[in-house]
């Protein structure tokens, strides 16, 4: 079988004996709309306020007020003062999918207002 020729039917026919693909909004996220986190994935760190919260095609979350965290301070003083050594703010809203997602941690300190 060429995956390539195969018809939209039988397609679906495949998703439904794998589980279709959900589109509606995590419920068990442990975060909601509104909150600050810290995301680390496989490669990257970011920091931000939650603005949205999707499940499709991957599980992903919209960050704002945020950016990427080049280098933390010791990652346990970064979690309880927000200290960072170098950060990259993010001028616009930016999404993350959860797929590459280590942990997210709950953010409780001031979001940063400018790169450094």
């Known amino acids: 079988m060429n995956i390539n020729d195969l018809t939209l039917g039988q397609i679906r026919e495949v998703q439904s004996l794998l589980g279709a693909v959900k589109t509606e909004a995590i419920s068990e996220f442990p975060y909601s709309i509104g909150d600050a986190i ?5 490669t990257f760190v ?8 999707g499940a499709w095609p991957v599980p992903w979350i ?9 280098e933390t301070a010791r990652f346990s003083v970064t979690l309880a ?3 960072l050594s170098e950060f990259e703010k993010s001028e ?5 999918f959860l797929g590459a997602s280590v942990e997210i941690w709950a953010w409780s300190g ?6 450094k």
């Open 38 to 42: 810290l995301h680390r994935s496989v």
């Open 46 to 53: 970011h920091v931000g306020r939650i603005k949205s919260i």
């Open 62 to 70: 919209q960050l704002e007020d945020g950016g990427w965290i080049a």
């Open 81 to 83: 003062t927000g200290d």
């Open 92 to 96: 616009k809203p930016f999404v993350i």
């Open 110 to 115: 001031e979001l940063p207002k400018a790169s």
